[in-house]
């Protein structure tokens, strides 16, 4: 990707997991949202100790996102479960789970635009093949 502002980083991030900055300072357990608008407004750095808490916190984020711009933003389970080994993040089953169910609640709407489209495409089909 390359060298993206840390603002830009923290901006895609909060837009990946579909939250807002006042979600994210309260769920990183700030007591001021500042610490996360001062990052996304360019005012402050991603400092090492965010990047640690939103990692704690949401371990499907990709800290080689944070750190290198590396993709995916969004980890996959198997590639949270590794990155939660290597950092020493315990997971519990549930945790776990309930990062994906998320993913997938989040993914509904493509998912049922690609079903409309392929329903709108049959019906035109059989339109077509009656006249």
Do not use: C
Request: proline fraction near 5%; hydrophobic fraction near 40%.
């Amino acid at each position: 990707m390359g060298n993206l502002a840390d603002s830009e980083i923290i901006k895609q991030i909060i837009e990946a997991l579909g939250i807002n900055p006042n979600i994210l300072s309260t769920k990183l357990g700030y007591k001021s949202h500042a610490s996360v608008y001062h990052v996304v407004n360019g005012l402050a750095k991603l400092s090492p100790g965010m990047m640690d808490r939103i990692v704690r916190t949401f371990p499907n984020v990709n800290y080689n996102f944070m750190t290198n711009q590396e993709l995916p933003i969004l980890l996959d389970e198997q590639g949270t479960i590794s990155q939660a080994n290597i950092m020493n993040i315990p997971l519990s089953k549930e945790d776990n789970m309930d990062i994906f169910k998320i993913k997938q609640f989040l993914d509904l709407p493509e998912q049922l635009n690609r079903i409309e489209e392929k329903l709108d495409m049959l019906l035109n089909s059989k339109d077509y093949e009656e006249q």
